[in-house]
Nanobody, 115 residues
């Protein structure tokens, strides 16, 4: 019922910026939160940023002050603004929609930050 399409990834130099978008199609009524996760080569997937249905945000410590998560007023698109990017931010970024009993995931978008 819900499909997530991510865009905005790419290759940037350290200190640059990227803006990731995740567009949700289908009904998203009942969503508890939306978020972004990332997975670097050889590492487990980790939560980068999350925003609840009432606007509470959570960030990975290493991205605080550099990344900002937001969603539009219809709550069907979530964004991740990434500034002051570092090489350690490199990885595949996945959009997530959290429901009470089920989660939906996007296909992933590659972010590569060069020195």
């Amino acid at each position: 019922q819900v499909q997530l399409v991510e865009s905005g990834g790419g290759l940037v130099q350290a200190g640059g910026s990227l803006r990731l978008s995740c567009a949700a199609s289908g009904s998203i009524a009942g969503t508890i939160a939306m978020g972004w996760y990332r997975q670097a080569p050889g590492k487990q997937r980790e939560l980068v940023a999350r925003i609840t249905n009432v606007g509470r945000t959570t960030y990975l410590d290493s991205v605080k002050g550099r990344f900002t998560i937001s969603r539009d007023n219809t709550k069907n698109t979530v964004y991740l603004q990434m500034n002051s990017l570092k090489p350690e931010d490199t990885g595949v970024y996945y959009c997530n929609v959290e429901r009470l009993y089920y989660d939906y995931w996007g296909q992933g978008t590659q972010v590569t930050v060069s020195s």
